[in-house]
């Protein structure tokens, strides 16, 4: 439940927990990744594959065609689409959700605090469009004021949705499918392997966790700013209970299998964008 981190890719972290059994069907998994946000936040991981892509090739001071270039998109945007991402995930949730957490769920969604909290976070998602920087700038002077009590509380709130371990994860996998996009690009161009980058990604991870822990404190300091102690002991409360531990690790499993499905179906297809194929 959390959409702030820069680039979007806060997707994935509000949704967390163990366990699965008791199958739901796909309207209440529908419905209830509608009402945590996180069915919005995947039509965000094609624009930021995209990104990934265009930055490597600068990097390497290559271009494929314009008609490759075209073809490389829709194949990136057919990959990562959101309707496909949101299958996939609802798939997930269907078959792991635990069907006796579901009225817990839904109570909280449709809270007044938990509908709160969406608009916040909705919010601060729209928010992320303009300057992502400025945002995380404007969430650091706002924790620096917050009381100590406060502070704990977001600082239980990233512990407890993991939030930086899942936002590593969705960082390393979308460095990785973007640098496979580069390669079906400029197959020639020297660059890291694929396999490097994964290996040096993997190697950074503790200094990444340690730096998006950062990041993701200070993005929930800006998002949940207006809501009060009480507001924000509740909410933590929530993510901490069964029910919402539960539904916050299916959901960062959910978004795991999308995005290793979205690479796959991305490696299948890269092949057929070069002009060989298609002359």
């Not at 936040?41 to 990934?52: E, T």
């Not at 993997?202 to 300091?221: D, G, V, Y």
Request: aromatic share 4%.
């Amino acid at each position: 439940m959390i959409k702030i981190l820069r680039m979007h890719l806060l997707a994935a972290i509000f949704l967390i927990a163990g366990g699965a059994h008791a199958q739901v069907d796909n309207a209440t998994a529908e419905s209830l990744l509608r009402k945590s946000g996180l069915w919005e936040q995947l039509a965000s991981i094609a624009p930021q594959v995209q990104a990934g892509l265009s930055q490597s090739l600068a990097q390497l001071g290559t271009k494929p065609t314009d008609v490759e270039a075209g073809r490389i998109s829709r194949v990136i945007g057919d990959a990562y689409a959101a309707t496909r991402l949101r299958a996939v995930s609802m798939s997930v949730v269907s078959q792991k959700l635990n069907a006796n957490h579901v009225p817990e769920l839904q109570r909280w969604f449709d809270s007044p605090l938990g509908r709160s909290i969406a608009k916040l976070e909705e919010a601060a998602s729209a928010a992320q469009g303009g300057d992502s920087q400025a945002l995380l700038q404007q969430g650091v002077a706002t924790l620096q004021k917050l009381p100590q009590t406060q502070r704990q509380l977001l600082e239980e709130l990233v512990t407890e949705t993991h939030a930086a371990e899942a936002l590593v994860q969705i960082t390393i996998k979308t460095a990785v499918a973007a640098q496979r996009a580069a390669a079906g690009a400029a197959p020639n161009a020297p660059r890291m392997s694929e396999g490097d980058l994964q290996a040096a990604l993997e190697a950074q991870r503790p200094q990444l966790l340690k730096a998006i822990s950062a990041m993701a404190l200070a993005s929930f300091a800006g998002t949940y700013a207006t809501l009060s102690p009480s507001q924000m002991q509740d909410y933590v409360n929530f993510i901490k209970s069964g029910a919402g531990s539960h539904f916050n690790t299916i959901g960062i499993v959910a978004l795991d299998a999308a995005l290793t499905d979205a690479a796959a179906e991305l490696g299948r297809n890269l092949p057929r964008t070069k002009e060989a194929a298609n002359s």
